[in-house]
């Protein structure tokens, strides 16, 4: 910069100074890593008539700057307030950049104007990073408008489509777009196959996933870092553990997301041994672990109710300078209460920096549950519906708390409170992929075109299952209500529906392959191993809390989840 001061002295004392001249020193000071942005701005408002491409040099390099973004919108507006010049396409590509990584939906609202009244609306480039911005600030709604407004639509805005839909969890609507993609002849690239992947993983649909997988050898699309990621994720989170691990080692260049992701794919899996021998090689390859590559360990270590390394690694993450967050906070809290110490997980919530949120008190109230604790338990429950007094989980929990307690006038009073308010707790829905269609089953829902056949399915598993002498766990039924209803509630579970459909539809040794929404009751658990032993039948199903892999009357969790 010494140098340029001394450049720019000599422009302004031995010579007229040119705009070009001029506009190159404001293009360096804002756009090279030797140059000072601030220098930069300020030459901008000193010069009497600068041109448009010094005005998009300051208000590119702020939205590339650490300053802040909000900056180039700031100089965005002055320009517009001033009249002159007039911003071009570039202006409005950097401009919305900025907005982009805020996010700020006014800000890239008011540039959306500015695009509609200065006649850009038919430029593609402009289209494709409207629709990236919509994403961005999650109104997919908005995206798809701009998306279908397009005339020609190239692969930027097909990805943008993808991975916003798959970021707001639609992932159907995620892979319905890439078969549209595909349909307008539209090549992808490295960053849409990645969202493709990601929502593989959120349906837990390995065969599509695997399709995806070759498709991006097929066509040579580069595998870079994040790609490999995406596959290591997808394949973990469809119960495909040696798979992604395959893929993690093939992998040229690992940074820490691939690292983390990997470990927590063991960790959901249960694999503590696993999990601890990558971590240590996480560090020992000069990685250092990230907080989530933490959160996988403690997570293995309350699956496995490891409090000793649960401890060591709570302090190990301390000591690397990390930040809990309240997952890891959760996490200790969940380990203390599976290991009985319920004292100790009091003290933790009470000792912690920062407020416990809801699932700390949810985690800590299914212990009170657990245990009958009613004392703890009540004062539990009125700090949940303090915290999220809107929130139906949380009256669900408490009111299965004063179930297990026998309780049941208090519990009826939660129920009323529910019923009062219109509150409905999200019902049990169970997924299962079959020749690459995801099927999908809710609890007590018996529309699916193939009734009979489920029906016929279940009715043998029953007759079969109760000859081993199994009688149903009707604990999970928190209901004031007679056995029989309670029984017939357990058979309409959503896990039991999708486990006979993939039972009907394929035979040994296709692996039964079910995603859930929710955590699997005790009663179906013990029954799929039953079924796993009787049937010889693979089963792996994922619920809201890790993997379980039945084989041969035994499940991968030892019945700790």
Not at 295 to 314: I, K, M, N, Y
Not at 442 to 458: A, F, K, Q, T
Request: proline residues 4%; glycine residues 6%; aromatic residues 8%.
């Amino acid at each position: 910069m010494r140098l340029l001061h001394q450049i720019h002295s000599h422009i302004l004392t031995r010579s007229s100074p040119s705009s070009f001249s001029i506009s190159k020193i404001i293009a360096f000071c804002a756009l090279s890593p030797f140059g000072n942005i601030k220098y930069a701005q300020k030459l901008l408002f000193q010069t009497p008539n600068p041109t448009i491409f010094s005005w998009n040099s300051v208000i590119r390099g702020l939205s590339n700057s650490q300053i802040s973004p909000t900056q180039s919108f700031s100089v965005f507006r002055t320009l517009i307030a001033r009249g002159s010049p007039n911003p071009n396409t570039y202006t409005i590509a950097f401009v919305l950049k900025a907005c982009m990584i805020l996010p700020s939906f006014l800000q890239g609202q008011q540039v959306h104007s500015c695009v509609i009244r200065r006649g850009f609306s038919s430029n593609s480039h402009l289209q494709s990073s409207l629709v990236g911005f919509y994403t961005k600030c999650e109104e997919i709604v908005l995206a798809r408008k701009v998306f279908d407004e397009m005339p020609e639509r190239n692969t930027i805005a097909w990805s943008s489509m993808i991975s916003g839909y798959a970021k707001l969890d639609m992932f159907s609507h995620a892979l319905d777009s890439f078969v549209n993609m595909q349909k307008a002849g539209v090549g992808p690239d490295e960053v849409t196959m990645a969202s493709v992947i990601s929502a593989c993983a959120g349906l837990g649909a390995p065969a599509v996933g695997q399709w995806a997988h070759a498709y991006v050898k097929k066509r040579r699309i580069v595998m870079d870092t994040k790609l490999s990621t995406a596959l290591v994720n997808m394949y973990a989170k469809c119960g495909c553990i040696e798979k992604a691990k395959q893929v993690f080692d093939e992998m040229p260049s690992k940074d820490s997301r691939a690292w983390s992701s990997m470990i927590i794919g063991f960790a959901v899996h249960g694999h503590a041994d696993d999990v601890f021998s990558l971590f240590a090689e996480m560090e020992e390859s000069q990685v250092k672990p990230n907080e989530v590559a933490f959160l996988g360990v403690l997570l293995v270590c309350v699956h496995g109710q490891l409090v000793s390394e649960g401890r060591r690694t709570w302090a190990s993450m301390l000591e690397s300078g990390i930040e809990p967050s309240v997952e890891h906070y959760s996490c200790m809290v969940d380990l203390f209460c599976r290991a009985n110490l319920f004292e100790e997980a009091y003290k933790f919530i009470g000792n912690m920096p920062i407020d416990p949120d809801p699932a700390i008190w949810r985690t800590f109230l299914v212990a009170c549950k657990r245990t009958k604790d009613t004392v703890r338990g009540e004062v539990v429950g009125r700090q949940l519906l303090e915290s999220e007094p809107t929130n139906p989980e949380n009256y669900a929990l408490i009111s299965s708390f004063y179930a297990a307690c026998s309780e049941w006038s208090k519990m009826g009073d939660v129920r009323k409170r529910m019923h009062d308010k219109g509150m409905k707790t999200v019902p049990g829905c169970s997924s299962i992929e079959v020749d690459g269609f995801v099927n999908e089953f809710v609890l007590g829902d018996w529309s699916h075109p193939e009734l009979n056949g489920i029906r016929e399915v279940l009715s043998d598993i029953s007759r079969r299952v109760n000859s081993l002498g199994y009688r149903p766990d009707l604990s999970g039924i928190l209901h004031n209500v007679e056995d029989e209803v309670k029984k017939e509630g357990l058979c309409e579970h959503s896990e039991r529906l999708a486990i006979a459909y993939g039972m009907m539809k394929t035979k040994a040794p296709v692996v039964i392959r079910v995603v859930k929404n929710l955590r699997v009751c005790d009663d179906c658990h013990e029954v799929t191993k039953i079924i796993s032993a009787i049937y010889e039948r693979e089963i792996v199903v994922r619920d809201r809390v890790r993997f379980h892999r039945f084989v041969g009357g035994a499940c991968s969790c030892n019945d700790i989840w």
